[in-house]
């Protein structure tokens, strides 16, 4: 099955600088790419996702890149504000065969002043 | 909230306690997991129903654990005589299960103490 690691697993940036966070997938097959928002107590939240077929996308503040050949993908943060703390996840799926997203174990993101 | 929802928020039971959980999915979606989460992890996958069918059970899932989806709605996670090692975050998501929407929405979670 899928294996999806994450790096780093804490990241600490002062508020105006970018965030990287980095994910490797092991199946070639996995189509689909989401990130997630985990704030303290809180649910999940979808904030970006990407599919394979493109390389990069771009939402205000957030990307997402995917390198297909070397199953890697990362959620780039610019301007980080202190509302960007919180714990991100990387997933990855197979929407062809596979049901499941299999996630990262998360990466957590403090924004100091 | 027009959101996943779940019930209750929190769980304290005792070892061997039999405990039930409730999800309440976005009302269109078809399709309906169920995920354990413990602290420092992320979400691990348990099981994915596609309207009442269960499709899909991890092999996390013992079975001291059930789970039902009786009319395609709402889906409920039983587990039996709970142990410790079971506490952990149950997060509910659901998705519309068309072809090319693969999003996942989840709920806020049951949060299970076992003692």
């Known amino acids: 099955g899928e294996n999806v690691e994450q790096h780093p697993s804490t990241l600490s940036v002062q508020e105006g600088d970018s965030a990287v966070i980095k994910c490797t997938y092991s199946?070639?097959?996995?189509?689909?790419f989401p990130w997630y928002k985990q704030e303290l107590g809180k649910r999940p939240q979808l904030i970006i996702d990407?599919?394979?077929?493109?390389g990069e996308k771009k939402d205000q503040r957030i990307a997402v890149t995917l390198n297909k050949t070397a199953k890697h993908f990362s959620l780039h943060i610019t301007e980080t504000q202190p509302e960007d703390s919180a714990v991100y996840f990387c997933?990855?799926?197979?929407?062809?065969?596979?049901?499941?997203?299999?996630f990262g174990t998360g990466t957590r993101l403090q924004v100091t002043l | 909230d027009t959101g996943v929802s779940q019930d209750p928020r929190h769980k304290i039971t005792k070892r061997g306690q039999n405990v039930t959980f409730r999800c309440d999915p976005i009302?269109?979606?078809?399709?309906l997991y169920w995920y354990r989460q413990t602290l420092g992890q992320g979400p691990e996958f348990l099981t994915y129903?596609?309207?009442?069918?269960?499709?899909?059970k991890s092999r996390l899932l013992s079975d001291r654990f059930s789970a039902e989806r009786p009319k395609g709605s709402f889906s409920t996670l039983e587990i039996q005589r709970t142990e410790q090692g079971d506490s952990a975050m149950y997060l509910c998501?659901?998705?519309?299960?068309?072809?090319?929407?693969?999003?996942?929405?989840f709920g806020s979670g049951t949060q299970l103490s076992v003692l």
């Open positions: 998501a659901s998705s519309l299960g068309d072809r090319g929407t693969e999003k996942l929405f």
């Open positions: 199946d070639s097959a996995s189509n689909y």
């Open positions: 990407i599919r394979s077929n493109v």
């Open positions: 997933a990855a799926r197979n929407t062809g065969t596979a049901s499941k997203l299999t």
């Open positions: 009302s269109e979606h078809n399709r």
């Open positions: 129903f596609q309207n009442e069918a269960q499709l899909e």
